[in-house]
């Protein structure tokens, strides 16, 4: 996958036409990458979803990833369910026990409804994991620094 220096800024700034147009795609793709949980946008009091800049990096490199190294978005979804969310965000034994997110691999820690456990209600836009993995260019530079 295309390795990016995420530098951006996280500043909500591009309503979803702007940021569709910038990356060259339409607004039902936007759309369908945030349903498939490869993205999360800024949602605004008026459910408005705005996007930084650091969000078309990640969304550039899912495009890269899917039209010049051919993987699927389902196979993307099982790439950052390999994230050791719980290792980063340190979760406690008992938290395990209560986390589907633990044993799935084949979407992302931060599509799961989590209940009654340390991601409860935890806002994954904020989050390490979303934030610091969630961006394909980066995963294996992230990975190493953790693992190292
Ligand atoms: S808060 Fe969300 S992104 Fe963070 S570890 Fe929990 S589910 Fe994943």
């Known amino acids: 996958m295309t390795k990016t220096n995420s530098k ?3 500043k909500p700034q591009y309503k979803i036409s702007i940021a569709a147009e910038i990356l060259g795609i339409s607004v039902h793709t936007l759309r369908m990458y945030e349903r498939e949980g490869l993205i999360i946008p ?3 009091d008026s459910s408005q979803r705005l996007y ?18 051919k993987v699927s978005i389902e196979g993307i979804k099982r790439i950052f369910s ?17 986390c589907s997110a633990l044993n799935g691999h ?9 209940e009654n456990n340390f991601c409860t209600d935890r806002d994954c836009r904020e989050c390490i994991v979303y934030n610091e993995y969630g961006n394909c260019g980066v995963i294996k530079e992230k990975l190493k620094e953790l693992l190292l």
């Open 8 to 10: 951006k800024t996280e």
């Open 42 to 44: 800024f949602k605004k």
């Open 52 to 69: 930084s800049d650091k969000d078309i990096e990640r969304l550039n490199c899912i495009r890269n990833a899917i039209h010049e190294e």
């Open 82 to 98: 390999l994230v050791p969310c719980w290792a980063i965000v340190k979760c406690s034994e008992k938290d395990k026990q209560n």
């Open 106 to 114: 084949a979407k992302p820690c931060w599509t799961y409804k989590h």
